[in-house]
T-cell receptor
Framework: KAGVTQTPRYLIKTRGQQVTLSCSPISGHRSVSWYQQTPGQGLQFLFEYFSETQRNKGNFPGRFSGRQFSNSRSEMNVSTLELGDSALYLC?????????????FGPGTRLTVT | AQSVTQPDIHITVSEGASLELRCNYSYGATPYLFWYVQSPGQGLQLLLKYFSGDTLVQGIKGFEAEFKRSQSSFNLRKPSVHWSDAAEYFCAVVPQGGSEKLVFGKGTKLTVNP
């Protein structure tokens, strides 16, 4: 069974632009969560989608948004990029939602904002 | 404040030596507990998890962890480290009865000397 895939793997953008990252979960998984990883703040939860509905959201500004499609694929969008948005963005999928869910992580998208 | 603490930022051990990585949490009720590993350029992989029951948990790759309620700790151990274990290790929790968001510690980077 294929793992979680994220595209693109690397991205360079300029301040003020917007970006869309994509995540394809493991087949059959209905929950997708997004995380931001930076050297300073570590790993931080962005949001979780389950069956096309956002279930949880982290403490990030409204510039960060996401959605999930009927096939469980998910996208996250960051508008008006800032230098501080440079990070590794990780997507994780799981069969179900809830605190006990076992999350499988993709390799991440490395975003650099210049 | 609620938090997950990994006191050691960087640990170096010799191949074949034993390993213990520390994790402490500060939550009113015992949260769900997880250990993840991240190899360079990779996403995170779940090593083991604890929800309730037997306080010694076995995971993949020969790792185990012990939950100690009195110390609010969930330390990760391995009897004999292999060079391939060099990676960054993250302790994570999901607070029970809360938002079900996964909260990560800052991570411990493990270097293995030959």
């Amino acid at each position: 069974k294929a793992g979680v895939t994220q595209t693109p793997r690397y991205l360079i953008k300029t301040r003020g632009q917007q970006v869309t990252l994509s995540c394809s979960p493991i087949s059959g998984h209905r929950s997708v969560s997004w995380y931001q990883q930076t050297p300073g703040q570590g790993l931080q939860f962005l949001f979780e989608y389950f069956s096309e509905t956002q279930r949880n959201k982290g403490n990030f500004p409204g510039r960060f948004s996401g959605r999930q499609f009927s096939n469980s694929r998910s996208e996250m969008n960051v508008s008006t990029l800032e230098l501080g948005d440079s990070a590794l963005y990780l997507c994780a999928s799981s069969l179900a939602s809830g605190g006990r869910r076992e999350q499988y992580f993709g390799p991440g998208t490395r975003l650099t904002v210049t | 404040a609620q938090s997950v603490t990994q006191p050691d930022i960087h640990i170096t051990v010799s191949e074949g030596a034993s390993l213990e990585l520390r994790c402490n949490y500060s939550y009113g009720a015992t949260p769900y507990l997880f250990w993840y590993v991240q190899s360079p350029g990779q996403g995170l992989q779940l090593l083991l998890k604890y929800f309730s029951g037997d306080t010694l948990v076995q995971g993949i790759k020969g790792f185990e962890a012990e939950f100690k309620r009195s110390q609010s700790s969930f330390n990760l151990r391995k009897p004999s480290v292999h060079w391939s274990d060099a990676a960054e290790y993250f302790c994570a929790v999901v607070p029970q009865g809360g938002s079900e968001k996964l909260v990560f510690g800052k991570g411990t980077k493990l270097t293995v000397n030959p």
